[in-house]
């Protein structure tokens, strides 16, 4: 099936420091999803967005919706230790009904 | 509590045995999902349901069996055809079924699924 592409495919960071991840597309999509997951555990939405150049924020979290509709960009700043987890996008193509998912993110912070 | 409910936590499945996975949800979402996660790797999609006594298989369905006979429940059974049944298995539902934007999908704690 068709996946995203999604980097990096993990992170090593201080606390405090800010993160960046990206999901890019060869399909333009109508809705963008982050989620977030942790050990054994079911992801957990964290940010949707519908259009394209929409900019989101969530507490300490942002996301954006490309221009291009190809791809989408999640930032969180200041990073603290529950921050660990699995961060996934998910992007829909227009018409469709199905959701596909990015191979994750490994976000690990360091105290 | 609203929420999406999946049963067991943990699930041992012998060689030729078939296994029952529950999905249950108290959010009146006329959607639901089934999807396997392997390490490494994004979700794949077994089977869906956009409303009750309707289903459709996903990227990923031989082997796999559903039913949806009520709204909130949507099993998903594991059956002896599926070689490779290790994995962690993700029940989600969505308010608005099909192609609208309000379609977002929301997950279960999920179950883990190996073989003994």
């Known amino acids: 099936g068709q996946q995203l592409n999604q980097s990096p495919q993990s992170m090593f960071i201080q606390e405090g420091e800010d993160v960046s991840m990206n999901c890019t597309s060869s399909s333009i999509f109508n809705t963008w999803l982050w989620y977030k997951q942790d050990p054994g555990e079911g992801p957990v939405l964290l940010i949707a967005?519908?259009?394209?150049?929409e900019l989101t924020s969530n507490g300490r979290l942002t996301a954006q919706f490309g221009i291009t509709r190809k791809d989408s960009f999640l930032n969180i700043s200041a990073s603290i230790p529950s921050d660990v987890g699995i961060y996934f996008c998910a992007g829909r193509v227009s018409g469709t009904y199905k959701y596909i998912f990015g191979t994750g993110t490994r976000l690990k912070v360091l105290a | 509590d609203g929420g999406i409910t999946q049963s067991p936590k943990y699930l041992f499945r012998k060689e030729g045995q078939n296994v029952t996975l529950s999905c249950e949800q108290n959010l009146n979402h006329d959607a639901m999902y089934w999807y396997r996660q392997d390490p490494g790797q994004g979700l794949r999609l077994i089977y869906y349901s956009q409303i009750v006594n309707d289903f459709q298989k996903g990227d990923i369905a031989e082997g796999y069996s559903v039913s949806r006979e009520k709204k909130e429940s949507f099993p998903l059974t594991v059956t002896s055809a599926q070689k490779n049944p290790t994995a962690f298995y993700l029940c989600?539902?969505?308010?608005?079924?099909?192609?609208?934007?309000?379609?977002?999908?929301?997950f279960g704690a999920g179950t883990r699924l190996s073989v003994l």
């Open positions: 989600a539902s969505s308010s608005h079924a099909g192609t609208g934007l309000k379609n977002i999908q929301y």
């Open positions: 967005l519908y259009k394209a150049g």
